[in-house]
């Protein structure tokens, strides 16, 4: 097996961390649904109300607050 020279084995290093930045950004940027969210018992609420740590849909298992990771916006 040959090798690599120290420069070749940078630029490799290079690409890879080009490759990942990319599709970071990628998955990072993705669309995001729009339009109203639809509940659990069919009420439908505004996006923005979402994981804010209220019951908006009034469905008593809070549908609206489930996975947000943990976080409250």
Same mark, same amino acid.
Request: proline fraction near 5%; hydrophobic fraction near 35%; charge should be negative.
């Given at each position: 097996m040959a090798t690599w020279s120290r420069? /070749?084995?940078c630029k490799v290093n290079l /690409?890879? @961390?080009? /490759?990942?930045? /990319? @599709?970071l950004c990628s998955l990072v940027s993705a669309p995001r649904p729009s339009g109203p969210f639809e509940c659990d018992?069919?009420?439908?609420i505004p996006r923005n109300w979402l994981c804010d740590g209220h019951d908006d849909c009034d469905d008593g298992h809070r549908s #609206?607050?489930?996975?947000? #990771?943990?976080?409250?916006t």
């Amino acid at each position: 097996m040959a090798t690599w020279s120290r420069s /070749v084995a940078c630029k490799v290093n290079l /690409v890879l @961390l080009l /490759v990942y930045m /990319v @599709l970071l950004c990628s998955l990072v940027s993705a669309p995001r649904p729009s339009g109203p969210f639809e509940c659990d018992n069919g009420k439908n609420i505004p996006r923005n109300w979402l994981c804010d740590g209220h019951d908006d849909c009034d469905d008593g298992h809070r549908s #609206d607050e489930q996975n947000c #990771d943990g976080k409250i916006t």
